[in-house]
């Protein structure tokens, strides 16, 4: 039999139902690795970072955190977030810190409608949809470019400067990969968005690097749109998606709609990716720590659990990525769905059933 397969994971399950959906992700694979014969194992390392740790340590991470995990083969991540702790202090501090540290320069968002779950719309087009959506990850809106006039504050004139910025090689890296990805799926179309007739310089330098790219593509169908019209496509005609391209701030506020259309953000997986490998990527959630319901175990799993099905694509598990998917279908095809999705399933029971049917699924 051929050697095992060990990959190292460096696990920050963060905050709030952060901790609790990393648990059953990592519940997850420890089982798939067990039931793999031997083909693949996990070691895992655990890292408390997060607004707790900030709270007792006035510091999100450790100084030295990006070079304590950057031998490892990927990152899971729960999530960051914490009443009390300013929300740009958490993301700065520690998610933003990874992503731009290991230069995760693509985040990739699956939409996807699950079996079995309701629907926001009933809509006539519309059964199962799966489009994915690439998002800028080291740039754009969230560059850091900026300042307050803090000599003005409490004055009620006080001044803030927040810049995006876009570079050829930035656009360029991210289209390119949007138009790679979509020349491995069915149906070949990129849609690209931005909002160019009022952002004058960033985003028309995008639409001529998409436009520019695109020839080199010419087997895979495109179209270019601005972000307001396309948020409204999402909902009329998501039939139309299929890989969809934008720039970090539109991608991310598009992700909540699509995710929230597929029936709830609770459902949504993410990657950000450095996809020339050089550094490890990252695998987590769409959603937030979700105070409101943490400590409950009453959080959706689903979507920690499908990042790390991107996690074991991503390590070259293909075969395994795509049972995993399966099992999470089959679940919620079966009715095993949590509070969010309209069930009354808990947290650990959903993780129960997708384990399970990882072997009807096989
Ligand atoms: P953060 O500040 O960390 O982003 P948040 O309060 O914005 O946290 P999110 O996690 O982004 O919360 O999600 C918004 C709401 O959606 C939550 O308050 C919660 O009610 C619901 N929600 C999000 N994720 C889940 C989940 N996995 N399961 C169930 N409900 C969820
Ligand atoms: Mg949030």
């Known amino acids: 039999m051929s050697e095992t397969k060990k990959f190292r994971l460096a696990v920050i399950p963060g905050d709030g139902i952060g901790k609790e959906v990393v648990r059953e992700g990592m519940r997850v694979l420890q089982h798939m690795a067990e039931e793999s014969d031997g083909k693949f194992s996990f070691e895992s390392d655990y890292f408390p970072?997060?607004?707790?740790?900030?709270?007792?340590?006035?510091?999100?991470?450790?100084?030295d955190g990006v070079e304590k995990i950057k031998d490892h083969d990927a990152i899971y991540f729960g999530?960051?977030?914490?009443?009390?702790?300013?929300?740009?202090?958490?993301?700065?501090?520690?998610r933003l810190a990874i992503c731009q540290g290991f230069d995760q320069w693509a985040n990739i968002r699956p939409v996807e409608f699950l079996p079995g779950v309701p629907r926001r719309l009933n809509h006539p087009n519309?059964?199962?949809?799966?489009?994915?959506?690439?998002?800028?990850?080291?740039?754009?809106e969230y560059s850091g470019i900026g300042g307050r006039n803090f000599a003005g504050r409490g004055t009620g004139n006080e001044v803030a400067v927040q810049s995006s910025l876009f570079t050829e090689k930035g656009c360029e890296r991210i289209i390119r990969f949007a138009f790679d990805l979509a020349r491995t799926r069915d149906r070949k179309k990129v849609t690209s968005v931005t909002k160019s007739n009022a952002q004058q310089y960033g985003m028309v330098l995008w639409d001529e690097v998409f436009a520019r790219v695109s020839k080199d593509y010419p087997d895979v169908e495109t179209d270019q749109w601005l972000v307001d019209a396309m948020a409204a496509q999402f909902v009329l005609h998501p039939e139309e998606l299929e890989v969809v391209?934008?720039?970090?701030?539109?991608?991310?506020?598009?992700?909540?709609?699509?995710s929230a259309l597929a029936g709830s953000l609770g459902i949504?997986?993410?990657?950000n990716l450095n996809p020339e490998r050089r550094t490890p990527s990252m695998f987590e959630?769409?959603?937030?720590?979700?105070p409101d319901i943490a400590g409950k175990g009453v959080a959706n799993?689903?979507?920690?659990?499908?990042?790390?099905?991107l996690m074991l694509?991503?390590?070259?598990?293909?075969?395994?990525?795509?049972?995993?998917?399966?099992a999470i279908e089959e679940t919620t095809r079966q009715g095993i769905l949590p509070r969010d999705l309209g069930g009354s399933f808990d947290t650990v029971d959903v993780t129960d059933a997708i384990i399970k049917n990882l072997a009807k699924v096989k």
């Open 301 to 309: 799993p689903i979507g920690t659990i499908g990042s790390a099905a």
């Open 285 to 290: 959630s769409v959603h937030g720590s979700a």
């Open 268 to 271: 949504a997986a993410s990657a």
């Open 79 to 94: 999530a960051v977030g914490f009443p009390g702790v300013p929300d740009h202090v958490s993301l700065w501090g520690l």
């Open 49 to 63: 970072w997060g607004c707790e740790y900030y709270l007792e340590h006035g510091k999100m991470m450790d100084e």
């Open 245 to 258: 391209v934008a720039s970090n701030l539109f991608a991310d506020i598009l992700s909540d709609l699509g």
């Open 126 to 140: 519309v059964d199962d949809l799966n489009w994915i959506l690439v998002r800028e990850n080291s740039e754009g």
């Open 313 to 326: 694509d991503h390590l070259g598990l293909k075969d395994e990525a795509v049972q995993l998917n399966k």
